[in-house]
């Protein structure tokens, strides 16, 4: 079983605003009552995750197929409980695709992202529905 490597969250003394560290970089999170442009939320970085690790695999398993994308882009759309903790219940993943690319190839990476590579999408899955689709642009 392999360890990952420790992520470190330090408070910034002011509002609920933190600074995350990892081995590859820092990131500046905020609650939604610190203001835009402070810092990412917790539940926003977890669809971001999702999001990267799903479009790492992508265009990996796309350019291990000799497919010519030109451009992607994925949106997470959440939808939250009401209630405390507020999780997400569901997301939607949407990829956006650009390139003279063969759809089934494109339907067959996504596929493999979802139900094998993403470490992210297996660990929520349990938890939350995820969906997904794809539009192929250009």
Same mark, same amino acid.
């Given at each position: ?6 992520? *470190?969250?330090?408070?910034k ?9 990892t081995?590859?970089?820092? =990131?500046?999170?905020? #609650? ?7 810092g %990412? %939320? ?11 690790? %799903?479009s790492?695999?992508?265009? #990996?398993?796309? @350019?291990?197929?000799? @497919? ?6 994925? /949106? *997470?759309?959440g /939808? ?11 997301? &939607? ?9 063969? /759809?089934?190839?494109? @339907? ?5 992202? &979802?139900?094998?590579?993403?470490? *992210?999408?297996? %660990?929520?899955?349990?938890? =939350?529905?995820? #969906?997904?689709?794809?539009v192929? &642009?250009?």
């Amino acid at each position: 079983m392999a360890t990952s490597e420790p992520v *470190v969250v330090s408070w910034k003394g002011e509002g609920l605003l933190l600074e995350g560290v990892t081995a590859h970089g820092r =990131v500046d999170m905020a #609650s939604g009552l610190d203001g835009p442009g402070r810092g %990412t %939320t917790p539940m926003e970085l977890l669809a971001v995750a999702l999001a990267g690790c %799903t479009s790492m695999d992508v265009v #990996s398993i796309l @350019q291990k197929m000799r @497919q010519p994308l030109e451009g992607l882009r994925v /949106e *997470v759309h959440g /939808e939250k409980a009401d209630a405390h903790p507020k999780r997400f219940l569901s997301l &939607e993943v949407v990829y956006y695709l650009e390139g003279a690319l063969d /759809e089934k190839k494109v @339907q067959r990476a996504i596929e493999l992202s &979802e139900t094998k590579y993403c470490s *992210v999408a297996a %660990t929520l899955r349990p938890a =939350v529905s995820i #969906s997904s689709r794809y539009v192929l &642009e250009g």
